[in-house]
């Protein structure tokens, strides 16, 4: 409804005015709009239909939810619950995609199965290397003998001189490791 106006007259009781019961009835009318909206939305059950503009608010209070005007219909303009509360049950995706790189920001992907794909970088579980080393002794003593991981390898090692007349020095300790079945080798110290 549009703001409906006292006519005042010309001047005081010149009879030209509105009567006293026309200006209350138009006081009335406006006041019952004022009082029918929240700063500048209309508040009710029902949508207002007649003197509504586009733009115009409505609070609809049976379902909480507000509204606006735009063009001929009224279009909800409420905030979403994320996830919307009319969601009960999540459907899992069991083959997702990604459109991007995932990044996990310091936390692990857990579960169990198998991971299908190319890997890059480092496996904690692997048959063989990739990239087989070769391990080579260098200096007095020399040899070498190629690793791929897969399995225990044998270092042959030759003493420079072959008669030992050079001196074999360790940096640290030896460490042989643990054996899970009896150990022979042979040590041939030479000749003193």
């Known amino acids: 409804m549009a703001l409906q106006t006292v006519n005042l007259g010309t001047y005081a009781n010149d009879g ?6 026309t200006a209350f009835e138009k ?3 406006n006041l019952s709009e004022l009082f029918g909206s929240l700063y500048g939305a209309n508040v009710g059950s029902t949508p207002p239909t007649s003197g509504v503009e586009e733009g ?6 049976v379902d909480g939810r507000l509204y606006i005007r735009y063009g001929s219909v ?6 979403r619950e994320i996830p919307p509360a009319s969601i009960n049950n999540l459907v899992e995706d069991t083959s997702p995609e990604l459109g991007g790189n995932l990044n996990l920001n310091g936390f692990n992907i857990q579960g169990t ?12 579980t692997a048959s063989a290397w990739v990239t087989p080393r070769t391990l080579t002794l260098a200096g007095d003593v020399t040899g070498s003998a190629t690793v791929d991981g ?7 090692a030759t003493v420079v001189g072959g008669t030992g007349g050079g ?11 643990t054996f899970t079945e009896p150990l022979e080798f042979a040590l041939d110290a030479g000749t003193f």
């Open 113 to 124: 199965g198998s991971i299908i794909g190319e890997l890059t970088g480092n496996a904690s």
């Open 56 to 61: 115009e608010l409505w609070w609809n209070t």
């Open 167 to 177: 001196t074999i020095e360790l940096g640290g300790d030896l460490d042989f490791g």
């Open 74 to 79: 009224w279009v909800e303009a409420s905030p």
């Open 16 to 21: 030209t005015g509105d009567d006293l019961r």
């Open 27 to 29: 006081v009335n009318s």
């Open 150 to 156: 897969s399995q225990n390898i044998t270092l042959n």
